[in-house]
Nanobody, 126 residues
């Protein structure tokens, strides 16, 4: 499985971006998918996750109410709609996938991730 992330860029505070992560592989529809981010000098942190049906969605507290994760299994793609962006959202954003994911609590620590995308940079100016 390969994950290809896109959609990053430079945006002013308060603006919006939509990230996409296209996956290869027949069984994409059964994977838990999600996004992590990493700012310079900081550890990678969990952003959002979605189960294979889209019926269970999880967000980091820092992005709740501003970011929305979704997926289109027919297109093998997961999205991250980011609204009301803040300078502290500036980071490289990485999509992730798990075939047999652990509990969401463990998954948010990046445990049990089977595949990582290459990352797409989001820069929010003040």
């Amino acid at each position: 499985v390969q994950l290809q992330a896109s959609g990053g860029g430079l945006v002013q505070a308060g603006g919006s971006l939509r990230l996409s992560c296209a996956a290869s592989g027949r069984t994409f529809s059964t994977y838990r998918m999600g996004w992590f981010r990493q700012a310079p000098g900081k550890e990678r942190e969990f952003v959002a996750a979605i189960n294979w049906t889209g019926g269970r969605i999880y967000y980091a507290d820092s992005v709740k109410g501003r970011f929305t994760i979704s997926r289109n299994n027919a297109k093998n793609t997961v999205y991250l709609q980011m609204n009301s962006l803040k300078p502290e959202d500036t980071a490289g954003y990485y999509c992730a996938a798990s075939v047999s994911p652990p509990s969401i609590g463990l998954w948010t620590t990046a445990s049990g991730i089977d595949y990582w995308g290459q990352g797409t940079q989001v820069t929010v100016s003040s």
